[in-house]
């Protein structure tokens, strides 16, 4: 997260970081990203490691790695960064961006890594535009003729969202599971409507 942030500022900064769920989940120092996150002016949306780190899901549907890691996350974790957990939306309308950590559908369990739950997906937001999580994999969707057409999302070359309806999602900051080791994070450019994917080592 640290080297995150340090790329995008070198980069030319940001405004504020738009969270897609999970600030704590596998990683060892779930007290201080959330401090960090708090250092920025920010918007974000609760995971389901988030909720249950906190009580507020059920440790029965995670499988035993995650149910451990979120027994020990709990036990690393203040009272106030636990509340402040806790009180994340489960899904945000941030200008033409609906933003959840699963799918629109389900914002907390279902992964957008499918047609089926892409199609569905798209029935259920307002917005141009959805960011999603989850499932650490980055990626643009569009609608298409079969329903839904997965892309790839392009590294380092700007995006243009243009006004018709994506989903996307820029990969995992924490544990990225597309087969690169290397963080993954999106700049969206309001001024000119692009977004831009990038990848930092850490």
Known sequence: FQNVIQDAEARGG???????????????????????????????????????????????????????????????????????????????????????HGSPRDPIWEYVTSVPAAVASFLHFDTYWCLVGHSHIPFVCRPSENGATFLEF????????????????????????DGDPRASYAVFDSDAGTAVHYRVEY
């Open 14 to 100: 940001f405004d504020e970081i738009w969270s897609l769920g999970d600030l704590v989940g596998y990683g060892p120092d779930p007290g201080p990203c959330i401090d960090l996150i708090r250092e920025y002016r920010h918007h974000g949306v609760a995971g389901n490691h988030d909720l249950a780190s906190v009580g507020k899901l059920s440790l029965e549907a995670f499988n035993p790695h995650a149910s451990e890691a979120n027994r020990w996350t709990a036990t690393q974790l203040s009272e106030e960064q636990s509340g402040y957990l806790g009180e994340l939306s489960l899904k945000l309308e941030l200008d033409e961006f609906t933003v959840v």
């Open 154 to 177: 392009p590294l380092e070359t700007p995006l243009s969202l243009g006004t018709d309806r994506l989903i996307v999602n820029p990969g995992g900051v924490g544990q990225p599971r």
